[in-house]
């Protein structure tokens, strides 16, 4: 379920329609916003299966005239820590002008047929500020068969700060629309910002 908007009230209320502990995520989110108007937000709640367990989740995504915020919230099952359940939330915030990278990824369905403004099956946003990155990496070869020479390692650095899949099946077409507008949003914010500088 994806929620999106551009007020502090629409967000409140997308964060109380997700029905995902709302009152915590609100809070930590409203904490994180401060006193900054909202410029676009995206709710996105989601389902997963981890071995004999449903555990959900939710990730708030708020962007305002200055930061990029990000509240993630998990619930867990009781454990050897806590013998009642609990839930984690946390909040980052960015200025516009660390994020690196706006990616978004579409899958569209029967691409010869595509039309313009035709809603993808699925889209994956990736957003990078160089918090995380990825290493990827594999031993180098030289490409002869019986050589075996110690070439070292070879690989890649990814940034993979934030990285959010929404499908029309799993989450509905609607949630696609708000993802895309503000991915579009963001996009935008940050071409504004890199312009600035």
């Known amino acids: 379920m994806a929620k999106t908007g551009t007020t502090t009230q629409g967000l409140r209320a997308a964060i109380e329609r ?21 410029v676009s937000y995206l709710v996105h709640q ?8 449903v555990r959900r989740h939710v990730t708030v995504l708020v962007l305002t005239g200055t930061r990029f915020i990000v509240s993630h919230t998990d619930e867990q099952a009781a454990d050897a820590t806590s013998p009642s359940p609990y839930a984690t939330t946390s909040t980052e915030s960015v200025k516009l002008g660390r994020i690196s990278s706006v990616v978004l990824s579409r899958v569209v369905a029967n691409p010869e047929s595509y039309t313009p403004g035709q809603l993808p099956r699925e889209v994956v946003l990736t957003i990078g500020w160089g918090a995380v990155a990825r290493l990827d990496l594999e031993p180098a070869s030289c490409g002869d068969p019986n050589c075996d020479a110690d070439h070292g390692y070879t690989g890649s650095s990814t940034a ?10 799993g989450d509905g077409p609607d949630s696609v629309r708000e993802t895309l507008a503000f991915a579009q949003a963001l996009s935008e914010a940050t071409a504004a910002t890199g312009s600035a500088r």
């Open 46 to 53: 989601e389902t997963t299966f981890d071995a004999n367990e």
């Open 18 to 38: 997700s029905g995902y502990y709302p009152t915590l995520v609100a809070e930590a989110v409203q904490a994180a916003v401060g006193g900054e108007p909202v």
């Open 160 to 169: 993979d700060d934030l990285s959010l899949r929404v499908s029309e099946a």
